[in-house]
């Protein structure tokens, strides 16, 4: 298949936004890849919102990109838990993405022997949930989590994400969860089958080695790390695994 119609798989922070900010030529890139008829998924490990929502809230930013298009680490969740235990029940730490996203695929909430114990982000890690699900994991649930990012930004600076909560409960029981999304592999192999596409076909686009390009290389996808993110050309040299390709933006994309 040719690169320029390959399907499309790209992180969303660093890649076509930065913080509130749309990163210039992110909105003619997505443009693109509508008029072309390119199937295309932007990835997230934030489990916070719900698709619609992160669909509003971005075109807010001036950024048009269809619900349908956005795959988040709580879909990609929901997708693993379906497949291991159908219509199973789960202590959910987490807000309205993740709550919404097991729904839909017919689990039931319970704080009394649970099949599962889920972590996502959430705005208020209160004690009390993170008590209640060390008791629950102690008692027999298994231990999910929807990413290991161990922090995230915020406009007064950064804040304690899943990875951190999680290093918690693992520091506090020993016990550690299974991470979904980005750099676990599994989070691409939702993504395709979602798209309905295939590695060989597809581009992973992201602005971080350890996350993003390492991930696309473990699918065998190819992979272009763009240069509006936390990574500089500098820094590239230092990993044992290489991208396909460096490009300043996502403007410099077909």
Do not use: C, W
């Not at 119609?5 to 936004?17: F, H, S």
């Amino acid at each position: 298949m040719a690169q320029d119609r390959k399907a499309v798989l790209t992180d969303m922070d660093g890649v076509l936004v930065r913080g509130r900010t749309v990163i210039p030529g992110a909105p003619e890139f997505i443009e693109r890849l509508i008029a072309d008829g390119r199937p295309f998924l932007v990835m997230t490990n934030n489990s916070m919102y719900p698709p619609a929502i992160l669909a509003h809230r971005l075109r807010r930013m001036g950024l048009e990109i269809p619900e349908e298009r956005i795959h988040t680490s709580a879909l990609a969740t929901a997708q693993f838990l379906n497949s291991q235990h159908p219509r199973g029940t789960a202590y959910v730490v987490g807000e309205d993405g993740l709550y919404e996203a097991l729904e839909d695929i017919g689990y039931t909430f319970t704080d009394r022997s649970p099949d599962y114990v889920v972590l996502g982000e959430t705005q208020d890690y209160s004690f009390e949930r993170i008590t209640r699900a060390i008791r629950l994991i102690q008692g027999g649930a298994r231990f999910i989590a929807t990413n290991p990012d161990p922090s995230g930004p915020s406009e007064e600076g950064i804040v304690p994400a899943t990875g951190a909560v999680a290093a918690l409960i693992e520091r506090a029981i020993g016990a550690v969860p299974y991470f979904i999304g980005k750099p676990n592999p599994l989070m691409i192999r939702t993504a395709l089958r979602r798209l309905g596409e295939h590695s060989e076909n597809t581009i992973m686009i992201g602005d971080r080695m350890d996350t993003d390009i390492l991930i696309g290389i473990e699918s065998g996808l190819e992979t272009v790390l763009v240069l509006t993110g936390v990574t500089t050309r500098e820094m590239v040299s230092k990993f044992p695994y290489q991208p396909s390709r460096i490009v300043d933006s996502v403007a410099d994309l077909p």
